[in-house]
């Protein structure tokens, strides 16, 4: 009698190569999909949060508001422990930088905004 394989997530009967595991592309792919979707979920949730800030950033920025308090910003959801990179200087306040857009607060906690994309020089 012959080994009968079956396909780990529909459980099928796999029919062809002796070395293939799924019964179909179908499954292969589920399969494959299922196995990095935490990832991907993960991934979206913080980029969804980084394109908020972004759009809060950049209509402060385009309403000609180059600073605001750090209070007005919570304010309008703005969540300061998501970026994309950050700059430490030395004996300055760190730069922040969600994308293009470049933020600093300073020590008496209002946030400087400067979007980085319409100009070459840093923040």
């Keep these: 009698m012959e080994n009968v394989r079956k396909c780990p997530v529909c459980g099928a009967e796999i029919r062809g190569r002796s070395d293939k595991k799924y019964c179909s592309d179908l499954c292969r792919h589920d399969w494959h999909n299922s196995r990095y979707r935490s990832q991907r979920l993960y991934a979206d949730r913080i980029n969804s949060i980084l394109l908020k800030n972004r759009r809060i950033l950049d209509s402060l920025s385009a309403s000609g508001t180059g600073s605001i308090p750090v209070e007005h910003l919570a ?49």
Aim: hydrophobic share 35%; net charge positive.
């Design 75 to 123: 304010y309008m959801q703005f969540n300061f422990r998501v970026f994309t990179s950050l700059r430490r200087r030395l004996f300055r306040p760190t730069l922040f930088y969600c994308y293009d857009i470049c933020y600093y607060i300073s020590r008496r906690g209002i946030v400087h905004i400067k979007n980085t994309s319409a100009t070459t020089d840093v923040c």
